[in-house]
């Protein structure tokens, strides 16, 4: 009976010693708590950066005064929606328009002084042109007379006297034409004179009207662009003095025309081209994310905290321009690299085991191997396989590694 007593107690001393054995055993490998099945997808490698919404050029317009005068009409405030050319205020402009029916009536007058130099002068020049017809006429007639008392006196038959008294005819004749021809000639050329003084007159006077409407046209200020008014420096009553700066009245804002700049560090500058994808997202809308293309880089870099960043430009389209402001700061992942249909790790199934990059691989049978991969593209979530593994395998993503006593 004691034999028997013994045996039992030496039997479940082996077992209880063979159960121990084993469960220490098992405990020294790793504990795979999740789990992924291997398979091909996309392997993305971006850059994450910070950025900043900013206005277009061109997008805030700060409108100006180029009139001197007391503000009549204010038609907005802060927070008003205009629209391209529509009036926003009104400088008194009772003093331009007094003078633009001053420099009217001046115009007028020259334009009749005009009229009358075309009325006058050629009634002047036609009396001209008569007066040298005839004493073209009476000197072709004194000519005549001298030549034929000229043979008359060489032939004795008329005396000296009426011959000289011919000759001086002639000769007085002849300075009458000279002078009607020189009279003609005078008429023509001042009425040539006269005419185009009085054209640049008119065209001068014409110039200062013009000049004139162009100042009325600057007592009325338009909007140059559809946006909402941010700012209003200037109201009714008050007095804008144009200077050599223009005096600023209104600021209008364009919120649809926005885009983004990213700061990328100097480090990573050389990853970056125009073309390439961003996403990303503001703290207003955590669940939302927006995405754009760069479309240029600045040379000039900025230097923030002794840190040399680079802004990468990307437009912003309306639609996404509903939800963004100005001087929002963004969260953005520049995507730089792409492989498609590649064998896609979650990088949370690359463990560091020894300073070597590991995947714990959960076997049909229950069992856990180690796998030390060739990885290709690292992405922000997976990397891509190039050996080591094969579609289908279970990789953990969660393991408990335990090490021997």
Aim: charged residues 25%.
């Amino acid at each position: 009976m004691r034999k028997f007593i013994f045996l039992i107690l030496v039997l479940i001393l082996i077992a209880g010693g063979g159960w121990w054995w084993k469960q220490k055993t098992s405990d020294q490998g790793p504990k795979i708590l999740a789990t992924a099945v291997l398979q091909k997808g996309q392997v993305r490698k971006v850059l994450e950066a910070t950025g900043i919404i900013k206005s277009q050029v061109g997008a805030i317009v700060k409108i100006g005064a180029q009139a001197t005068g007391v503000i009549t009409k204010m038609k907005v405030k802060v927070g008003d929606k205009v629209q391209k050319g529509q009036l926003v205020a009104e400088i008194d402009d009772r003093e331009i328009r007094a003078a633009m029916i001053e420099a009217r009536s001046r115009l007028e007058k020259a334009r009749l002084a005009l009229e009358k130099i075309k009325v006058t002068y050629p009634l002047k020049i036609a009396q001209a042109r008569a007066e040298f017809d005839q004493a073209k006429a009476r000197l072709n007639y004194a000519q005549s007379n001298f030549l034929k008392l000229k043979k008359l006196f060489q032939k004795k038959i008329v005396s000296q006297d009426e011959f000289e008294q011919a000759q001086k005819e002639l000769e007085i004749e002849t300075q009458n034409l000279n002078q009607a021809s020189a009279r003609l000639n005078e008429l023509k050329r001042e009425f040539g004179l006269e005419t185009r003084k009085t054209r640049a007159e008119i065209k001068e006077l014409k110039a200062g009207l013009d000049a004139l409407k162009v100042k009325l046209s600057y007592t009325k200020i338009y909007s140059p662009l559809t946006g909402y008014v941010s700012q209003v420096t200037a109201q009714e009553g008050e007095t804008v003095v144009a200077g050599l700066q223009v005096a600023n009245l209104i600021t209008v804002l364009d919120p649809t025309r926005l885009e983004l700049w990213i700061y990328v560090d100097e480090t990573d500058i050389g990853e970056v081209r125009a073309g390439q994808k961003v996403t990303f997202s503001v703290d207003s809308y955590p669940d939302k994310v927006f995405s754009g293309q760069i479309a240029q880089i600045y040379p000039q870099p900025e230097v923030r905290d002794n840190i040399v960043y680079y802004q990468a430009l990307v437009p912003i389209s309306s639609d996404q321009a509903k939800f963004l402001r100005p001087e929002m700061t963004t969260h953005c992942q520049i995507e730089v690299k792409t492989r498609a249909d590649v064998l896609a790790l979650p990088n949370s199934a690359l463990k560091w085991i020894k300073g070597e990059q590991i995947v714990f691989v959960q076997r049909p049978d229950g069992t856990v191997s180690q796998i030390k991969p060739i990885l290709g593209l690292s992405g922000l979530n997976y990397t891509e396989i190039i050996s080591g593994l094969k579609p289908g395998d279970k990789v953990a993503t969660q393991v408990v590694i335990r090490g021997k006593d």
